[in-house]
């Protein structure tokens, strides 16, 4: 399976902290392994976030990157391939199967408030979850979704402290203390 991390572009303290907060718990959730933040350094948000990916298992990781094109030039000198998701791109559904047959490690690229051309022209793929604005979480969740043809729901975290049990009804949470 390809390796997939996620680089959050331009991340304002106080401003973005809940949306940011948010890129980093869905990107897990869908199966990243890893996520780049850029912007402003956000020390709080970053260990949220590791107290979460703790919590609730895995090897998630998260990285404070100061230059996000080289978090990207790096990632394609290493091979990998760069989708940049945005309403301005091809559409999703026709190009996630591309996508997937390029069997590289994937860096997705989440922006902020403007992203500039060089990200576009750098980007492998500049990909649209629907032509029409909406939040970078969805985007980030419907393309990671197509991206791993739905086994998101079959990932398994190692480790967790919480596990959740599905249920109809109610709420069923197995507590590890072995994990703590």
Not at 51 to 62: K, L, M, P, S, V
Request: charged share 25%.
């Amino acid at each position: 399976m390809m390796n997939v991390n996620v680089l959050r572009l331009d991340h304002r303290i106080g401003r973005d902290t809940r949306i940011t907060t948010h890129v980093c718990l869905t990107s897990r959730a869908f199966g990243a392994s890893k996520i780049y933040l850029s912007g402003e350094e956000d020390h709080k948000l970053m260990e949220n976030v590791r107290d979460t990916a703790d919590r609730w298992g895995g090897n998630f990781e998260i990285e404070y990157a100061k230059n996000y094109m080289g978090v990207i030039n790096k990632w394609k000198d290493n091979g990998g391939k760069v989708v940049h998701l945005t309403m301005y791109g091809s559409q999703a559904h026709e190009i996630v199967s591309e996508v997937q047959k390029s069997s590289a490690d994937i860096l997705i690229v989440v922006g902020g408030a403007k992203v500039p051309g060089k990200v576009y022209k750098s980007a492998d793929w500049n990909v649209s979850v629907t032509t029409q604005p909406h939040s970078e979480v969805s985007s980030l969740a419907v393309f990671q979704h197509l991206l791993m043809d739905g086994k998101e729901f079959d990932l398994e975290f190692e480790n967790p402290v919480f596990e959740v049990i599905p249920t109809a009804h109610g709420k069923n949470v197995n507590i590890h203390d072995e994990n703590r």
